[in-house]
């Protein structure tokens, strides 16, 4: 990985060659760097990949790398693809929450699991790893199983609770909420260092990190290390179950059967019909009718799209997978499922740049912060305060948004249109993976 500041400035250029936001940009920069990392005093000796194109599978990723696990036979070296692949890959769950005194509170979930944890527990079997989990109620306990990993060299994955980590700058509303995986790669007199999805690795204090692992109750301070390549695994074996699993997931989705509704190819034919469908109220024309409830849909999805995963809401990253599984498994369809799923991208990052282009200043001045937060974990030395700020300027926004009925009605109109194609895009690529 490059420095911090040499990624963003590669990333600024790229943006001023091609035009592309910072996400877009990013990604083909991230993807192509190959330079270690400057040593951080503390950090494990050998470590030295930060981050990744996405959140949760960026540090499995240079886990695995680490650790010294050979990549699967048939592939030249561990990637992200790879990685997220076998995670489960693409996925999709629709949802919308409207509580008192807030706007409505929009949630994409664009992966296979919705849930961080149980999206990377699925990959943790399909790696050819054997993993030491380690779980308990006793923050002390946790502390000392952590240092006992580190004192071997070994980096640890950690779920914690992504409200809690000071350097995301979320409010007190968000705390307890979500699991985020973290890989915790090193010590020093007043911390630890964090892998995550920036460019450079992230220090907290002992009492930041306890506090991240203990709010999330879930987890139970749950820590995952790499002991070494499983004997007698069987890859192929599981990239077929990665693949099958993710087209599955379209038809059963792996929530309980009361959501179905709203999760694979009936929550977006479901979330489709919402969008222009004016005598639901449930129907976009109605939830996020105009001004800051049209702000807050709206800005919600171009973040689901473009801030929280590899851009096109990962599907790329997904053919590059199936390419690589395609050549594995000598299985020729997937390599025209990967066509649908590079096709359903370009569909993804359409539906953002209707967002981010429409015709009203405060809508694209919050899209604009949605990439800046991006941006923000890649700069040196960031933190809560400069994190929180672009969290209050993005509701700012929200209250000077002045996109009429009419106009939302008109983009709604359009954003159906894309996901219709979405829609067609994925199915085409998830029958080519069933054949």
């Known amino acids: 990985m490059t420095t911090q500041r040499e990624l963003k400035q590669l990333v600024r250029e790229r943006m001023a060659r091609t035009g592309e936001r910072y996400a877009a940009a990013r990604a083909h920069v991230v993807a192509r760097a190959t330079a270690p990392a400057p040593r951080y005093p503390g950090v494990l000796a050998g470590y030295d990949r930060f981050g990744g194109l996405q959140a949760n599978t960026a540090p499995l990723l240079n886990v695995l790398r680490h650790a010294g696990i050979p990549a699967p036979a048939g592939a030249a070296a561990w990637s992200e693809a790879i990685v997220s692949g076998l995670c489960g890959g693409p996925g999709f769950l629709y ?36 993993w030491t989990t380690s779980e308990t109620t006793s923050a ?9 990993a580190l004192a071997t060299g070994r980096a640890a994955l950690g779920v914690v609770d992504l409200g809690s980590l000071p350097y995301y700058g979320l409010p007190k509303e968000y705390v307890g909420g979500a699991p985020h995986l973290v890989a915790v790669v090193g010590r020093d007199d007043t911390g630890y260092w964090l892998d995550d999805r920036g460019g450079a690795p992230r220090h907290l204090s002992f009492d930041q990190l306890a506090t991240a692992r203990a709010r999330y109750r879930k987890s139970r301070h749950r820590l995952i290390t790499a002991v070494g390549p499983a004997a007698g695994f069987d890859s192929a074996a599981a990239w077929r ?37 004016r005598r639901d109220a449930k129907g976009w024309p109605n939830v996020f009718a105009e001004g800051p409830r049209a702000y807050a849909g709206l800005y919600r999805t171009y973040e689901c799209i473009e801030a929280g995963l590899a851009p096109g809401a990962g599907r790329g990253l997904y053919a590059e997978f199936l390419e690589a599984a395609a050549a594995f498994l000598g299985a020729e369809a997937l390599v025209g499922a990967a066509a649908w799923w590079r096709e359903s991208a370009g569909h993804w990052s359409a539906l953002a740049a209707l967002i981010s282009g429409a015709d009203d200043e405060a809508l694209r001045a919050g899209c604009d912060l949605a990439d800046r937060r991006v941006e923000l974990g890649d700069a040196a030395g960031a933190g809560s305060a400069e994190a929180q700020a672009l969290w209050r300027e993005r509701h700012e926004w929200g209250g000077r948004c002045r996109l009429g009925a009419g106009a939302a009605a008109a983009l709604y109109e359009r954003m159906a249109e894309r996901v219709g194609a979405i829609i067609a895009a994925e199915e085409a690529a998830v029958a080519a993976m069933s054949g």
Do not use: I
Request: glycine fraction near 8%; proline fraction near 5%.
């Open 241 to 277: 179950a990665a693949v099958a699993d993710t087209a599955r997931c379209y038809h059963e989705p792996a929530v309980p059967k009361s959501f179905w509704g709203n999760c694979g190819f009936a929550g977006l034919r479901k979330w489709r019909d919402l969008l222009t469908d």
């Open 140 to 148: 002390k306990a946790a502390r000392a199983a952590l240092d006992d």
């Open 95 to 130: 949802a919308v929450f409207e509580y008192r005194g807030y706007p409505p509170m929009l949630t994409l979930a664009l992966q296979s699991r919705s849930m961080a944890d149980q999206y990377v527990a699925e990959g943790l079997g399909r790696v050819g790893v054997e």
